[in-house]
Structures are given as C-alpha cells and as structure tokens.
C-alpha cells in the first residue's frame, strides 16, 4: 500500500527558510519522479516542483524558482523541499505527490495528506 | 504557461443525476489531461488519466472525455459520495497546471 507522509510544515517569518519532508513507502521508490504541489484558497493548486526518479532532472514553478530546492534520497525513500526566502504568499497546505507514467502521459496517482506552512510576522 | 479554465465553478446537483464539468486549455495539450477529486481537508483523488483512462478503483460512473483544447468528466448517477470539489490538471511534455475547480453541491 503506498503511503506518502509530509512533514516539517509550521510558522515562519517571512525571508526564513523551512525544509519539508516526504516519507514514502509501499513502491519501489526509485522508480518514480515525484512532485511537491502547494495548495490556497486564492490560487487553487499549483506544482511547484518536481524530482526525476534519478534525481537528474528538476523543474520549478516560476514563482519559487531561485528560492526552493527538491531533492530526493532513494536509500532512504525520501524527498525534501528546502523552501527559501519565505514570502507571506508561500502560505498554503503543501502536498508530495508520486507520478506514474503511461507512454508519454504523467499523473499523480498518489498524494500525501499534506503540511501547512504559514509564513507571517 | 498553459491556462486551464473550467466551468462551471460550482453546480447543484441531485443525487442520481448525471453531471459534466469542462475543462479548457489555452492551447492543444494533445490527451495529457488528469482529472482529480478533493473533498475538504483532503488530498486530491485522481479518477482520470490521460483524458479518458480510468484509475483502478475508481467507479465506473466516472467517464473522462476530449483532446486538444477541450475535455469533459462526466459523472453518471452522482452518488452522496460524489458531493466535491473536481479539479482537471495538463501534463503536457512536462509542464503541470490545473484548473481552478468545480465544486459540486447538493442540491
């Protein structure tokens, strides 16, 4: 049974940093890529990041590129946001979420139940 | 970036009804459209791959149609469970957006 749990999630002021994690189990972990996804009310959903199952490749949304960094442990199935000169607009519920693929097609077929961050004075 | 609109925003809906929510792209994204249920305080669910690819387990109610700019998740016979928030998501050559959601209601 595939499990994705978060963590690291809190309160932060604005230009600190925070790290989340993300604790698979349940697949072979380094067969996937894997997404870090943040959710608000405003602005809905929004991938923000993304980890090859190599970790060879990443990809960032615009609005943290510079800011945050993914990275992955696949002795240890984990992956990490390392999120950076936090701004009050960072606030939200933060998702991992695992791809599959099928042919040229991706997916999230399995997501954790996420974190909050809250960035605030 | 690839927009994603969808609509309506939110709908009424009896249980037993049959149900359709759009979903738009800004341009051709080809079949790379997911569609994801969330109910509140939860992850999203995915239901449909690929525009038309159901996910194991999910039930056969649940249809997912279109490609280029245009798809369709339809839900025949909406049951109490079905009472949520649907989202649609564009994976096309590696780029990831989602719609902005439709709510769903009883009515």
């Known amino acids: 049974q595939v499990h994705l749990v978060e963590s690291g999630g809190g309160v932060v002021q604005p230009g600190r940093s925070l790290r989340l994690s993300c604790a698979a189990s349940?697949?072979?972990?380094?067969?996937?890529?894997l997404h870090w996804v943040r959710q608000t009310p405003g602005k809905g959903l929004e991938r923000v990041a993304f980890i090859s199952a190599d970790a060879r490749e990443t990809r960032y949304a615009d609005s943290v590129k510079g800011r945050f960094t993914i990275s992955r442990d696949n002795s240890r199935n984990t992956v990490s946001l390392h999120m950076g000169s936090l701004r009050v607009e960072d606030t939200a519920v933060y998702f991992c979420?695992?791809?599959?693929?099928?042919?040229?097609?991706?997916?999230?077929?399995?997501w954790g139940q996420g974190t909050l961050v809250t960035v605030s004075s | 970036d690839i927009q994603m609109t969808q609509s309506p925003s939110s709908l009424s809906a009896s249980v037993g009804d049959r149900v359709t929510i759009t979903c738009r792209a800004s341009q051709r994204i080809s079949s790379f459209l997911n569609w994801y249920q969330q109910k509140p305080g939860r992850a999203p669910k995915l239901l449909i791959y690929a525009a038309s690819n159901l996910q194991t387990g999910v039930p056969s109610r649940f249809s997912g149609s279109g490609s280029g700019t245009d798809f369709t998740l339809a839900i025949s016979g909406l049951q109490p469970d079905d009472f949520a928030t649907y989202y649609c998501?564009?994976?096309?050559?590696?780029?990831?957006?989602f719609g902005q959601g439709t709510k769903v209601e009883i009515k």
């Open positions: 998501q564009q994976t096309y050559h590696g780029t990831s957006t």
């Open positions: 979420a695992r791809e599959s693929i099928v042919g040229t097609a991706y997916y999230f077929d399995h």
């Open positions: 349940g697949f072979i972990f380094s067969n996937h890529g």
